[in-house]
């Protein structure tokens, strides 16, 4: 056998073609990553646009910070059995639920206010480890329509740093270029103020598909509404952790039950944008019943190391085009690693489950 | 005809079907890591059912190797390339376990159900719930995947350097028309 150099001479060509098709494929690389195309709306803009309006605190959640943990049960009643294949929903199911709470907003010391808007997540453990796992506000519609107009609704809503409040004319300047969610901006504004989180309405304000036995698919939205009287809102409270003593209360003195109502989309309902509400004449029903019986602090809580994703859907239950349950499901994975990695400070609300504690005891009896 | 200079067929289709799968996954891996578009989670479903898949190869693959050896490397090679050729196969192995592995363990640890190709088979967890692991081992996954796109990248440039520089028939002991013995 001839000896051959380690290197033998060879065309500038046959160099080329060595060296073309790595770099192809470390070009192609970056660019899926987002690396060469600044313009991309990726997961880290979307939660640096969050941080811009208030800034992230370590360890908690990016957006609906400050919240607590609740358990309970949802027990179906075999309603919406014909439309979704999901046991949770069969006649007589018990499927146990952790829960949270949360006021939407980055900081996890604001002040309870009102007209804040108020979150209730819920994840369902089905038999046979299969979840379901939902987070629903107490908006009658979502502000925006899609991942790259809640990117430019947060940067229009940023704190000016001169005044510590939004520029107006940022928010003018959206307003004016998205005319289309002028409805869904007036319909949150204008929306009933109920008296705290128990006899608030959370609604999925995404659609959903339900999936039958057979495969049929139905548009749904969800919703859960309240057993318990509902009242009005009053007016100014000094107490600025009032709503969530106000529920620890509630739930320490009893149950507090949900129904579980969804919407079956009709024929003129617009499916895949949740800035879009539904015709008020279409089928609902009454799926089941939620019960919360604990409440307890976030700190070590069993709502505090998963995260809400839509996306996390059972047998029966299936996403619909809406765009942006991806863009939840994206950034609240990527959310969840980053607060996951770093070590919070006490949470303000610690209710301690069972038992008053002396934080949620204070001034309410 | 020299069979033992060349791969063996099944050799040579588990590599080519897995570098497929395995580059598709590197795309797709690094484009759920940034993304917020709409195809976010088809992608997601996907690229947890090629990790799994990944994994069950790699190990048949392992299998496959003891019963046909890879054909040796020409001997003018200095000793040198030979042993960065060989760590760099080990290292390859490693990564295509420890990947779908660690892809496994950090849902695992993040609270996350591991449904398979849509819902059809759900996997079990294989570590304990724990966030705090859950955010190393997401980060660990985004490291081992540059580091295994980076060796893929060497692979690939020295398969080329092979095959169109030396032309030592090392890269045709992988391609089609084996049987082709090496000078």
Same mark, same amino acid.
């Given at each position: 056998m001839?000896?051959?150099?380690?290197v033998?001479?060879?065309?500038?060509?046959?160099w080329?073609?060595?060296?073309v098709?790595?770099?192809?494929?470390?070009?192609?690389?970056?660019?899926a990553?987002?690396?060469?195309?600044?313009?991309?709306?990726?997961?880290?803009r979307v939660?640096?646009?969050?941080?811009?309006?208030?800034w992230?605190?370590?360890?908690?959640? !990016?957006?609906h910070?400050?919240?607590?943990?609740?358990?309970g049960?949802?027990?179906?009643?075999?309603?919406?059995s014909?439309?979704?294949?999901?046991s949770?929903?069969?006649r007589g199911?018990?499927?146990?639920?952790t829960?949270?709470f949360?006021?939407?907003?980055?900081s996890?010391?604001q002040?309870?206010?009102p007209?804040k808007?108020?979150?209730m997540?819920?994840?369902?453990?089905?038999? =046979?480890?299969q979840e379901?796992?939902?987070g629903?506000?107490d908006?009658p519609?979502?502000?925006?329509r899609t991942p790259?107009?809640?990117? =430019?609704l947060?940067?229009?809503?940023q704190?000016d740093p001169?005044?510590?409040?939004?520029?107006?004319?940022?928010a003018?300047?959206?307003?004016?270029a998205?005319?289309?969610l002028?409805t869904?901006?007036?319909?949150?504004?204008?929306?009933?103020l109920?008296?705290?989180?128990?006899? =608030?309405?959370? !609604?999925?304000?995404?659609?959903?598909?339900?999936?039958?036995e057979?495969g049929?698919?139905?548009?749904?939205?969800?919703?859960?509404?309240?057993?318990?009287g509902?009242?009005?809102a009053?007016?100014?409270?000094?107490?600025p952790?009032y709503?969530?003593?106000r529920?620890?209360?509630?739930?320490?003195?009893r149950?507090l039950r949900w129904?579980?109502?969804?919407t079956?989309?009709?024929?003129? =309902?617009?499916i895949?944008?949740a800035?879009?509400?539904?015709?008020e004449?279409? !089928?609902?029903?009454?799926a089941?019943t939620?019960?919360?019986?604990?409440?307890?602090?976030?700190?070590?809580g069993?709502?505090t190391g998963?995260?809400?994703?839509?996306?996390i859907?059972?047998?029966?239950?299936?996403?619909?085009g809406d765009?942006?349950?991806?863009?939840r499901?994206a950034?609240?994975? !990527?959310?969840?690693?980053?607060?996951?990695?770093?070590?919070p400070?006490a949470?303000?609300v610690?209710?301690?489950?069972?038992?008053?504690?002396?934080?949620?005891?204070?001034?309410?009896? | 005809?020299?069979?033992?200079k060349?791969?063996?067929?099944?050799?040579r289709?588990?590599?080519w079907?897995?570098?497929?799968?395995?580059?598709?996954?590197?795309?797709?891996?690094?484009?759920?890591?940034?993304?917020?578009?709409?195809?976010?989670?088809w992608?997601?479903?996907?690229?947890?059912s090629?990790?799994?898949a990944?994994l069950?190869?790699?190990l048949?693959?392992?299998?496959n190797?003891f019963?046909?050896?890879?054909?040796?490397?020409?001997d003018e090679?200095?000793?040198?390339i030979?042993?960065?050729?060989r760590?760099s196969?080990?290292?390859?192995?490693?990564l295509?376990?420890?990947?779908?592995l660690?892809?496994?363990g950090?849902?695992?640890?993040g609270?996350?159900?591991?449904?398979?190709?849509?819902?059809?088979?759900?996997?079990?967890s294989?570590?304990?719930?724990d966030?705090?692991?859950?955010a190393?081992?997401?980060s660990?996954?985004?490291?081992?995947?540059?580091l295994?796109?980076g060796l893929?990248?060497l692979?690939?440039?020295?398969?080329?350097?092979h095959?169109?520089?030396r032309?030592?028939?090392?890269?045709?002991?992988?391609?089609w028309q084996?049987?082709?013995?090496?000078?």
């Amino acid at each position: 056998m001839a000896m051959k150099p380690v290197v033998p001479s060879a065309s500038a060509l046959r160099w080329f073609a060595v060296v073309v098709a790595p770099t192809a494929l470390a070009l192609g690389f970056l660019w899926a990553g987002g690396w060469v195309s600044p313009h991309r709306l990726t997961q880290r803009r979307v939660l640096a646009s969050l941080g811009a309006v208030d800034w992230a605190r370590p360890g908690f959640r !990016r957006n609906h910070a400050k919240g607590v943990c609740v358990t309970g049960s949802f027990e179906g009643n075999g309603n919406a059995s014909p439309l979704s294949a999901a046991s949770v929903f069969r006649r007589g199911q018990r499927t146990p639920v952790t829960g949270r709470f949360a006021l939407a907003g980055g900081s996890p010391f604001q002040a309870d206010a009102p007209s804040k808007v108020r979150s209730m997540a819920l994840r369902f453990m089905l038999p =046979d480890g299969q979840e379901w796992r939902t987070g629903m506000n107490d908006i009658p519609v979502f502000p925006v329509r899609t991942p790259q107009e809640f990117n =430019d609704l947060q940067l229009a809503s940023q704190p000016d740093p001169a005044t510590g409040k939004p520029d107006p004319t940022r928010a003018n300047a959206f307003r004016a270029a998205h005319p289309w969610l002028k409805t869904a901006a007036g319909q949150i504004a204008h929306r009933p103020l109920s008296s705290g989180f128990a006899d =608030d309405t959370y !609604r999925s304000l995404d659609s959903f598909m339900f999936v039958a036995e057979n495969g049929t698919k139905t548009a749904v939205r969800w919703a859960m509404v309240p057993v318990q009287g509902v009242a009005p809102a009053a007016g100014y409270v000094e107490d600025p952790n009032y709503l969530f003593r106000r529920l620890t209360d509630d739930i320490q003195s009893r149950a507090l039950r949900w129904r579980l109502v969804v919407t079956v989309a009709g024929s003129r =309902d617009v499916i895949d944008d949740a800035s879009q509400g539904w015709a008020e004449d279409d !089928r609902q029903i009454d799926a089941g019943t939620l019960t919360v019986t604990t409440v307890g602090s976030e700190e070590g809580g069993p709502c505090t190391g998963i995260t809400f994703d839509p996306l996390i859907l059972p047998q029966g239950i299936a996403p619909s085009g809406d765009p942006v349950l991806s863009a939840r499901s994206a950034v609240y994975m !990527r959310s969840f690693a980053a607060r996951s990695g770093e070590k919070p400070a006490a949470p303000a609300v610690s209710p301690v489950s069972g038992a008053a504690s002396g934080d949620a005891e204070g001034k309410q009896s | 005809m020299s069979c033992e200079k060349s791969f063996s067929l099944p050799s040579r289709v588990l590599h080519w079907l897995m570098a497929v799968i395995i580059l598709a996954m590197l795309f797709i891996g690094v484009f759920l890591a940034s993304t917020v578009g709409p195809d976010y989670n088809w992608l997601l479903t996907l690229h947890r059912s090629l990790g799994i898949a990944v994994l069950v190869l790699a190990l048949v693959r392992l299998a496959n190797r003891f019963c046909f050896p890879p054909p040796p490397l020409p001997d003018e090679l200095p000793p040198i390339i030979k042993t960065g050729a060989r760590a760099s196969h080990i290292l390859l192995y490693a990564l295509m376990i420890a990947m779908p592995l660690v892809g496994w363990g950090m849902l695992s640890a993040g609270g996350y159900p591991v449904p398979l190709w849509g819902q059809s088979v759900l996997l079990p967890s294989i570590l304990p719930h724990d966030p705090a692991l859950w955010a190393w081992l997401r980060s660990a996954h985004t490291l081992l995947a540059f580091l295994l796109f980076g060796l893929v990248l060497l692979h690939i440039g020295a398969a080329l350097f092979h095959g169109l520089i030396r032309r030592d028939g090392v890269l045709q002991s992988m391609t089609w028309q084996a049987g082709h013995d090496r000078k």
